[in-house]
């Protein structure tokens, strides 16, 4: 009786950019995946980063309001000049409260894509 050997192929050249197609895609997939994670993240930041723009440009405006009454009233020999000068302090110290609080958003990097970058050069380090 004789033996049949069989003869086993790799997937041959298309077997082989098909895999690395597919792979390629799911890589993309991924990335795309990420990315729109930290869009969603992005977004709470930044709307929480423009309430306390508002917030602080609505302070400012009153400091100004309280500031330029207490110049007022200052020239008047009345005693009530006091109460607007603790006021403009108050919102002046509220808005450099929140401006403080926006500058420190932006320093931590709360607008940005720190894993899809990393995930980014990762791949490019590896393709390369």
């Not at 007022?72 to 609080?101: N, P, Q, R, S």
């Not at 990097?109 to 720190?114: E, S, T, V």
């Amino acid at each position: 009786m004789e033996k049949v050997e069989t003869i086993v192929h790799g997937p041959g050249l298309m077997g082989g950019l098909s895999g690395l197609a597919k792979n390629l895609f799911g890589l993309l997939m991924s990335r795309v995946e990420l990315a729109a994670l930290e869009l969603a993240e992005v977004r709470n930041h930044l709307i929480e980063l423009v309430a306390l723009f508002a917030g602080a440009v609505l302070a400012a405006w009153f400091a100004i309001a309280f500031g330029t009454a207490t110049i007022v009233a200052a020239a008047w020999e009345a005693m009530g000049w006091k109460i607007l000068l603790i006021m403009f302090v108050v919102f002046a110290a509220i808005t450099a409260a929140l401006v403080f609080k926006g500058l420190s958003m932006l320093k931590q990097g709360k607008l940005a894509f720190p894993e899809t970058m990393y995930e980014l050069k990762n791949d490019r380090d590896m393709l390369l």
